[in-house]
């Protein structure tokens, strides 16, 4: 009984090994500007820099994982918080890139600048075997971003209104603090709470941080979290109007948050995740 | 209500049982034809006269607790729609257990064939904070409609295990949202705004599905004949499974009752 088992194992382990074997020879490549990145090669950099959190199958559970919050990234389903994409689509290589290369404030996903743009390169083409859909469909064109226009009076306004229409504060709360009524009951794609962004906590944000990052963040949201695409909502003057509030908000919400008393150990920690971020903002 | 419809399709049931017995012409024929059926199947789901329908209730006994009041305290919008609070739907019954908007489907036996989906578009909507239907039953790859009739803005966010996961917001008085699924799948879906609002898209890749209505009952028409797994799927209770043949022009009635 115990001896048959054992045959089975083997059986399952040898076609395992082949599945994972089958999953590189279609030779993922990346295309990031002149670049090409390969799997194999990402593979090997992939086993030394990122299995400890993303695991050998890409799945998000790493050894370190249990003590990782936001989880690491499970490769496996295809679904990503930075896209230039519209919600539900894959991310370009571009975008996938640039995640790997700027890191993701407040987690601890790190930059990994030290790596040459070729190993980064090939560290894309590599994650994106963990899941079929890079097989299967390809990510249609990215958002536009059009050019900005200017961030007066009236434009903060009427981006004010719009906050207040789309429901952004239920979650990120009337002064943006995070603090929403529906900000306690929110939680990812595997279920763990996640807190709404806190506009007091800095200028950054996971997928980037010039305005154009912002308008981009708005129109395809963060997939696997509960922050919404505004893509068939808003118009691009409008999207503009919001991106200039939003600014406008961080300002306020920091002054607001520092007369009032510090909350909670997660704040404070998020701020000190802020203070430790390299100064490549220039790059992107 | 629910007990006297129970009880026709019963009789039709028999009648049609009694008219099928083993080794009657009638029943080779079925056999014969089945093939055939098969193979036209792929252009439609009309299988002729020799189609026939599974029926039947779905029914909870035991362990009921009170619907509980939704405290939509978080949206005024909301609050002012519903001056007495609304009550959750997660479990609707009536004095006998029929047990509304559960999905009851063929779970296996239908094979390879593939079906066109339907024209129209499946349509879901937001009304009164709240999803209309709670549980919808689409095709894979019919065209989804999503509606927001409120005053206020949500998100639709369905979570799905096999299929694209999304979320978009639809403030008050856009234009519907048309969207799609591709996967087999009963898709939990979310607005994260509104906590409370939770409803389920259960797409599948053939039309032998039904949702239960208020009475418990349920009808898969149009089944050709074969041999079935059907299922029945509650939010809350899970899934019973049963093993149904059906002879050609026949009516199966089936009694699903969940024990939780
Ligand atoms: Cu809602």
Redesign the pocket.
Known sequence: MKRNRMKVDIASILVLLFAAGAQVTPAQESHIGGITGEATRGRHLYRRYCVGCHGPLGDGRGENAPWVDPKPRDFVTGTFKCRSTPSGELPTDEDLFKSVTRGLVNSNMPPWLPLTEQQRADLVAYVKTFSSRFREEKPSAPVEVPSEPAADQQSIQRGSELYQKM?CWSCHGKEGHGDGPSAQTLVDNRGYPIPPFDFSAGTRFKCGESNQDLYRILMTGLDGTPMPSSSSALTPAQTWDLVHYLRALQINAKYSKASSPPRTGGSVALNKQLVRRPEHADLF | MGTKTRYLHLAAATAIALSATPGSPSRSAAIERKSSAAKAASSGHSEGHEAGTVSGTVRVIGAQTAAARINMAA?PA?LRIHPTPMMSEEVVTEANGALKNVIVYISNGVGNRSFDPPKEPAVFE?KG?SYSPRVLGMQASQSLQIVNL?P????IHPVPQNNREWNIIQPPGSSPIAETFTREEIIPVR????PW?KGYIAVFKHPYFAITKEDGTFDLKDVPPGEYMIQAWHEKYGVLTQKVTLEGNQTKVLEFVFKP
């Open positions: 429901n | 949206d909301c937001q904070c409120d206020t803005s949500h998100n607005c994260n705004v509104h609002m």
